[in-house]
């Protein structure tokens, strides 16, 4: 539903508009001159405004004037007899979305109404979109307090406003092309692109193309002349995703293009020259890869001007409290969900898992965990942290298992059981109601077993 104001000093013109509007679902209100429809907007919210240009005491252009500064998010759409389309059309360039010419079709109007709505919806969509992507690609936006993570802010800020080379080594799920971002985006060339390829992600004659781009018939199925990568991002920023996973011949071309700041595109004679801020990202030891062969020395060199370090998540637990409390928000957000907090027993799996996925894998589990908890409190159940988190939880190990010697699978259950009952109520300093939430099962159920297996607060046994 949207609401729609109509201007217009034809008071039959008018209701009969709106009559027909709100048949389609819209709200209206109607005003029969100038002054009375900017006094209604100052009172009120409108999606849309239809506004006649000839009306007492002010015209619809001084109408349109006031209501852009009273509410910018208002569009307005003009109506005009056919004499006056000259003044439509610079109503229009002065912001406008259409006009409608006197007299009218109801399915004329509602269509141009329909068009405008959706209009304005995409366009506050976008704009939505523009500025969460300023806000997430923000410096501060970056999330860590550790020592660590504050020398990944420092080298970033100091690099930003530079054309240099930025190398950006981290494993997988650190958050390298976050970094890559926020260095564009705090960058002297944060208005033009940033455009972003994976190198591992393409094969060699693809990945060469994709780069530099290629000619009309320059291989098979070439129909037509393509810019590669290097143009389109001409101004701006280059990101250059898996630099380490690049073929040998395609890094001598890339060499150039660093050294040069030009080259050919496949297929092509004409030399293209650009002015591109590169930054690679990689997590693979690229040293290493020299040794090998796999990676030419020259192009590590020019790659490697300012190397910014991402530390994987095992290295900065400090930081995890906060990374769990900007995802929740994230995901309460998204999902509608209303998550107050994260239990202490689950926050303790989740700052001593080893998170081989580092960020990217943590994320995954607290959207799961939202989405999974019953209530308003995340619990070690809804987490899922592979088996090492279960072992953690259960206190126990695989080789804590009884081992296959004939035992029968009720009698090794029974003693798993037994295991796990006595390890969880030591763990929780012999408090039988402590040692249930570890196991994450009722009191009850916590003593009823404990008393089956005959487990006295004195035995030593397991």
């Known amino acids: 539903m949207s609401w729609i104001l109509i201007a217009d000093d034809h008071k039959r013109t008018s209701e009969g508009l709106a009559l027909a509007l709100?048949?389609?679902?819209?709200?209206?209100?109607?005003?029969?001159?100038?002054?009375?429809?900017?006094?209604?907007?100052?009172?009120?919210?409108?999606?849309?405004?239809?506004?006649?240009?000839?009306?007492?005491?002010?015209?619809?252009?001084?109408?349109?004037?006031?209501?852009?500064?009273?509410?910018?998010?208002?569009?307005?759409?003009?109506?005009?007899?056919?004499?006056?389309?000259?003044?439509?059309?610079?109503?229009?360039?002065?912001?406008?979305?259409?006009?409608?010419?006197?007299?009218?079709?109801?399915?004329?109007?509602?269509?141009?109404?329909?068009?405008?709505?959706?209009?304005?919806?995409?366009?506050?969509?976008?704009?939505?979109?523009?500025?969460?992507?300023?806000?997430?690609?923000?410096?501060?936006?970056?999330?860590?307090?550790?020592?660590?993570?504050?020398?990944?802010?420092?080298?970033?800020?100091?690099?930003?406003?530079?054309?240099?080379?930025?190398?950006?080594?981290?494993?997988?799920?650190?958050?390298?092309?976050?970094?890559?971002?926020?260095?564009?985006?705090?960058?002297?060339?944060?208005?033009?692109?940033?455009?972003?390829?994976?190198?591992?992600?393409?094969?060699?004659?693809?990945?060469?193309?994709?780069?530099?781009?290629?000619?009309?018939?320059?291989?098979?199925?070439?129909?037509?002349?393509?810019?590669?990568?290097?143009?389109?991002?001409?101004?701006?920023?280059?990101?250059?995703?898996?630099?380490?996973?690049?073929?040998?011949?395609?890094?001598?071309?890339?060499?150039?293009?660093?050294?040069?700041?030009?080259?050919?595109?496949?297929?092509?004679?004409?030399?293209?020259?650009v002015d591109v801020r590169l930054i690679a990202a990689t997590n693979r030891n690229l040293l290493a890869l020299i040794e090998e062969g796999k990676f030419r020395e020259d192009l590590y060199y020019r790659l490697n001007v300012v190397p910014i370090e991402i530390p994987p998540l095992r290295e900065r637990r400090e930081d995890i409290p906060l990374l769990v409390a900007h995802f929740l928000l994230k995901y309460n957000a998204e999902t509608g969900k209303k998550i107050r907090e994260i239990h202490p027993d689950a926050m303790r799996l989740l700052s001593t898992y080893s998170w081989p996925g580092n960020v990217r894998e943590l994320e995954n589990a607290i959207e799961r965990a939202v989405v999974l908890a019953p209530d308003d409190v995340v619990t070690p159940e809804n987490l899922s942290l592979g088996q090492q988190s279960l072992r953690r939880r259960l206190n126990t190990a695989p080789s804590e298992i009884p081992p296959l010697d004939g035992t029968s699978l009720t009698e090794m259950v029974e003693a798993f059981e037994k295991r796990l009952l006595w390890n969880a109520y030591l763990k929780a300093h012999r408090v039988k109601a402590e040692a249930a939430k570890l196991l994450g099962i009722e009191r009850s159920t916590f003593r009823y077993k404990f008393d089956k297996h005959n487990l006295s607060e004195h035995d030593e046994s397991s």
């Open 22 to 273: 709100e048949a389609h679902g819209h709200s209206t209100r109607v005003a029969f001159d100038g002054d009375s429809a900017i006094e209604v907007v100052k009172g009120h919210f409108f999606d849309l405004l239809i506004v006649d240009i000839r009306m007492p005491k002010r015209n619809g252009m001084e109408v349109l004037e006031a209501v852009q500064a009273i509410s910018p998010e208002t569009v307005v759409m003009m109506m005009t007899a056919y004499g006056t389309i000259e003044l439509a059309v610079e109503a229009m360039q002065k912001g406008a979305v259409d006009f409608i010419t006197k007299p009218y079709s109801l399915e004329q109007i509602e269509l141009k109404v329909a068009r405008a709505l959706e209009g304005r919806r995409l366009h506050m969509e976008n704009e939505y979109l523009r500025q969460e992507q300023e806000l997430r690609y923000n410096l501060d936006e970056i999330i860590g307090d550790s020592q660590k993570m504050g020398a990944v802010y420092r080298t970033a800020q100091t690099v930003a406003p530079t054309n240099s080379t930025v190398l950006i080594l981290g494993e997988s799920g650190t958050g390298k092309e976050l970094v890559a971002r926020a260095v564009h985006k705090n960058s002297l060339r944060k208005e033009k692109p940033f455009i972003k390829i994976n190198c591992a992600s393409l094969a060699e004659g693809v990945l060469e193309s994709e780069l530099f781009g290629h000619e009309r018939g320059a291989f098979t199925n070439a129909v037509r002349q393509k810019p590669g990568r290097f143009e389109i991002a001409n101004g701006g920023t280059l990101f250059l995703d898996e630099i380490g996973d690049i073929p040998r011949s395609t890094q001598v071309k890339l060499l150039r293009v660093l050294q040069e700041q030009e080259f050919e595109r496949v297929g092509g004679t004409k030399t293209i020259g």
